[in-house]
């Protein structure tokens, strides 16, 4: 193993993007440690959605590089990318409700005998395996539809380790969440974290980056402007960075 794949789980380089009228991104650049919690922030239009949309293969970059574990990728689907390895769990969840968590879970791959019929006991049985991870109350046969957000969240991770991704994107994974529900967030992403999986979290709460994360990377009208151990930054400067300019008062008065 050379000392890029050993360092980095993820790394994009000059990548621009333009799309009519509109230069999304301009030569941005992000680095994911392995087994690291990665924070990527910016205001509205700082080009954070549109990244994650090249990295999990929605669309092609204009320019530049992504490396994934040490290998120069293009993923030209977002199947590609999560065969690679690559999960991402959206705001807005893709299950299908009307079934149980073990059929949205391996979806698409079932394993199957010679008459073509689901092997329903080894479905049970990978899918208990996998929820061993996350120290819930979740079973198998539950309906999508009986579930909480957060337990539909944890469907969704669950999916994304199904299929052995080494990199989990979570695109503002509070959005819905009460603050109990975001805990067993955290709890679940510190456990992902000492498995040695990265995960890539976007989100405009700084506290939450605060309170998980390893490093956080700031993005402002679609270029790169730093990266921060957040052990040795403020909230304050983080948000600076994010909007160019100096904040003399944080927390206004209401």
Same mark, same amino acid.
């Given at each position: ?6 360092? $980095?789980?993820? +790394? ?11 230069? %999304? ?20 239009? %700082?080009? #954070? ?12 970059? /204009? ?14 689907? !977002? ?14 969840? *893709?299950? =299908? !409700?009307?079934?149980?968590? @073990? ?8 394993? +199957? ?11 049970? %049985? ?8 996350? =120290? ?6 539950? #309906? ?6 957060? /337990? ?5 991770? *669950?999916?994304?380790?199904?299929? +052995? =991704?080494?990199?989990?994107?979570? /695109?503002? !994974? ?26 890539? $979290?976007?989100? &405009?709460?700084? @506290?939450?980056?605060?309170?998980? =994360? /390893? +490093? ?31 904040? &003399?008062?944080?927390?206004? !008065?209401?």
């Amino acid at each position: 193993m050379n000392r890029l794949q050993s360092e $980095y789980c993820l +790394k994009v380089e000059g990548i621009s993007k333009s799309f009519p009228g509109t230069q %999304a991104l301009s030569k941005v650049r992000l680095e994911v440690g392995m087994g690291e919690v990665h924070a990527l922030v910016g205001e509205n239009g %700082a080009g #954070k959605s549109t990244l994650m949309n090249i990295i999990s293969g929605v669309f092609p970059p /204009d320019e530049g590089r992504i490396l994934f574990q040490g290998r120069s990728v293009r993923f030209l689907s !977002p199947n590609e990318a999560q065969t690679a390895g690559i999960g991402f769990v959206h705001q807005e969840l *893709a299950l =299908c !409700p009307h079934i149980n968590v @073990a059929e949205n879970i391996y979806m698409g791959r079932y394993d +199957k005998g010679p008459l073509g019929f689901i092997k329903r006991r080894k479905l049970h %049985a990978d899918t208990v395996q996998l929820l061993k991870l996350f =120290c819930t109350n979740i079973q198998p046969d539950d #309906k999508v539809e009986d579930l909480n957000l957060a /337990d539909r969240q944890i469907v969704e991770i *669950a999916k994304s380790l199904s299929l +052995k =991704c080494r990199l989990l994107i979570l /695109d503002e !994974p509070t959005s819905s969440l009460s603050d109990s529900e975001t805990e067993i967030l955290f709890d679940i992403i510190r456990g992902l974290k000492s498995n040695g999986i990265s995960v890539l $979290y976007i989100s &405009h709460r700084i @506290a939450e980056i605060f309170e998980v =994360c /390893d +490093k956080v990377t700031v993005f402002r009208d679609g270029h790169y402007i730093n990266t921060f151990n957040v052990s040795e930054v403020t909230p304050r400067q983080v948000v600076e960075s994010m909007v160019g300019r100096e904040l &003399h008062n944080l927390y206004p !008065p209401k």
